[in-house]
């Protein structure tokens, strides 16, 4: 069974840093592409940041150079460091893997940046 399981959210003033985390189970996680998304208040979910096994990197344009995805094949988590951050980055910020194209969600971590 897919688990997926984030931590590390809660209230950062703007210009601070976060990490969070994302510990995965069930399934051979070295092999699989990992995301993290996020979801602001009132929008729509998009995705933030993807890693390939092999530890290539993808980020949307809102956030490169400002946040760093990374993994540990060992521990089987999923990191994702933010940095520089803003009052728009608050949102909850889910952690997702797709298995035989099917999409595997956790259940997310609240990011809170206000002064």
């Known amino acids: 069974q897919v688990q997926l399981v984030e931590s590390g959210g809660g209230l950062v003033q703007p210009g601070g840093s976060l990490r969070l985390s994302c510990a995965a189970s069930?399934?051979?996680?070295?092999?699989?592409?990992m995301s993290w998304y996020r979801q602001a208040p009132g929008k729509e979910r998009e995705l933030v940041a993807s890693?390939?096994?092999?530890?290539?990197?993808n980020y949307a344009d809102s956030m490169k150079g400002r946040f760093t995805i990374s993994r540990d094949n060992v521990k089987n988590t999923v990191y994702l460091q933010m940095n520089s951050l803003k009052p728009e980055d608050t949102a909850v910020y889910y952690c997702?893997?797709?298995?035989?194209?099917?999409?595997?969600w956790g259940k997310g971590t609240l990011v809170t940046v206000s002064s």
């Open positions: 890693i390939t096994f092999t530890g290539s990197t």
């Open positions: 069930g399934f051979t996680f070295s092999s699989d592409v």
């Open positions: 997702r893997t797709t298995r035989m194209g099917i999409p595997y």
